[in-house]
């Protein structure tokens, strides 16, 4: 694959779907430290100026940066840190008002991504932004994030590329091989690598992904399970349609 010209398609889909859906608008990032924040930031610096983009940290109690400072001083964009600890224990704290009293580990985790999201709107809205949604098709294809959260936003660059694209796309940008193969991993206190918690690589899920191969029939499965267990994730909100149809003037 030409990873040049797939880049330079990137680049020019971004400054299309702003010329069309935000001339003057800014692309607002959330800068996680990881290789798909880091690349979509620099697509957008490419295709907008640096100018026009904002990256916005939001450690959790806890957790670092990840680099995300020394990242947006690279490209040259608008660094935010956005400290979402507080907002996160006071979410936390309304457990008890909820029937059984207690959160699931599930809604725990996924109480950050949601936060991180909303201030990300909030940042847009307050600076003609547009929200960018990093999350890359082997992530979303077998769920690997947080509907709301992490899923969200106004445009999705990687929506149709797999990790070895993504990566791919990174070094033909020439940005230090430090960020772009960096272990993906969720930033979380005493978490550890996407793939440990896979029980497979992401070469393993893109392979799949691109050209339906997967040797070992068990983790074949489980990714086949996970993707059909997480599809409404990625789909269009579901809406009743009624027959005869409502008229809708536009």
Known sequence: MDYNELKDQCIAWIRAWFDKNGPTCTAVLGMSGGKDSTIAAALCAKALGPERVIGVAMPQNGQGIND???????LGITYLCLPIGAVTDACEAL???????KFSVQTVQ???PRIRMTMLYAVAQSSN?????????????IGYATLFGDAAG???PFGRLVVRE???????????????DKTPDDGLPHSSPDEQKFG?????????????????DEIREKIQRMHRRNRFKTEILHIPA????FPIHY
Not at 68 to 74: F, G, N
Not at 129 to 141: F, H
């Open 95 to 101: 457990e008890s008002c909820i029937p059984g009293g």
């Open 154 to 156: 106004s445009f999705a």
């Open 200 to 216: 497979f690589t992401y070469e393993t899920l893109d392979h799949w992904i691109r050209e339906g191969i997967c040797e070992d």
């Open 166 to 180: 993504v990566r791919g796309i990174g070094h033909a940008l020439g940005l230090p091989a430090k960020w772009v």
């Open 242 to 245: 009624f027959d005869p149809a």
């Open 68 to 74: 995300a400072d020394e990242i947006c001083k690279y």
């Open 129 to 141: 932004g547009m929200v960018a949604n990093t999350c890359n098709l082997s992530e979303d294809y």
């Open 110 to 112: 996924n109480i950050p």
